[in-house]
Antibody, heavy 126, light 110 residues
Framework: QMQLVQSGAEVKRSGASVKVSCKAL????????IHWVRQAPGQGLEWMGV????????SYAQKFRGRVTMTRDTSTRTVYMELTSLRSDDTAMYYC???????????????????WGQGTTVTVFS | QSVLTQPPSVSGAPGQRVTISCSGS?????????VHWYQRLPGTTPKLLIY???NRPSGVPDRFSGSKSGTSASLAISGLQADDEADYHC??????????FGGGTKLTVL
């Protein structure tokens, strides 16, 4: 069964950093890109960026450039999302999600997300 | 402020048909990029409902359908059921090289 399993909830002080993990199970880890998406309370879904698990290349949303880093460890089939200089408005549920179509062989443009992690709550207090 | 615009809420009675709109621009939906829809039931993670404008993943009932025209897209739900009550989100891609989402629409089954 294909699934993405994320790390547990985090509570951080304003200004700190958080690193969330996402382990891929049940499919070839390097076959499809993985996105990070967040949803703050009362807000819509917000795209943060994407990583190619095969070579580690990334693309970040402009809003998060300079604060977000996405990495992967092929030996453990895990991708990571680190967000620095946390603020109270970073309080949100963070999801990893697999791209339905984008693979290292072919990626015309980022597409739908067919497998989602269970989400990781990040709470930032001042 | 989301790049794609959705109504905050829609409602309908059981058995009725409802539609949820998703309005974009010439740099995303109007540029020819596909639109996808997600359903988020209370307390759960988003689930892919429609991809590529009008395709249903395996297991999604044919009561759910999608369409796209110009710079907008729509999700239609026919034969409304109580367990369709959820948040619905549209998603596309933008010429700014970003994935874009709508703000989400809360469907209430009366």
């Amino acid at each position: 069964q294909m699934q993405l399993v994320q790390s547990g909830a985090e509570v951080k002080r304003s200004g700190a950093s958080v690193k969330v993990s996402c382990k891929a199970l049940g499919y070839m880890f390097t076959s499809q890109y993985i996105h990070w998406v967040r949803q703050a309370p009362g807000q819509g879904l917000e795209w943060m960026g994407v990583i190619n698990p095969s070579d580690g290349s990334t693309s970040y949303a402009q809003k998060f450039r300079g604060r977000v880093t996405m990495t992967r460890d092929t030996s453990t089939r895990t991708v990571y999302m680190e967000l620095t200089s946390l603020r109270s408005d970073d309080t949100a549920m963070y999801y990893c999600a697999r791209d339905l179509r984008c693979s290292p062989i072919r990626c015309h443009y980022y597409y739908a997300m067919d497998v989602w992690g269970q989400g990781t709550t990040v709470t930032v207090f001042s | 402020q989301s790049v794609l615009t959705q109504p905050p809420s829609v409602s309908g009675a059981p058995g009725q048909r409802v539609t949820i709109s998703c309005s974009g621009s010439s740099s995303n939906i109007g540029a020819g990029f596909d639109v996808h829809w997600y359903q988020r039931l209370p307390g759960t993670t988003p689930k892919l409902l429609i991809y590529g404008n009008n395709n249903r993943p395996s297991g999604v009932p044919d009561r759910f359908s999608g369409s796209k025209s110009g710079t907008s897209a729509s999700l239609a739900i026919s034969g409304l059921q109580a367990d369709d009550e959820a948040d619905y989100h549209c998603q596309s891609y933008d010429n700014s090289l970003s994935v874009v989402f709508g703000g989400g629409t809360k469907l209430t089954v009366l």
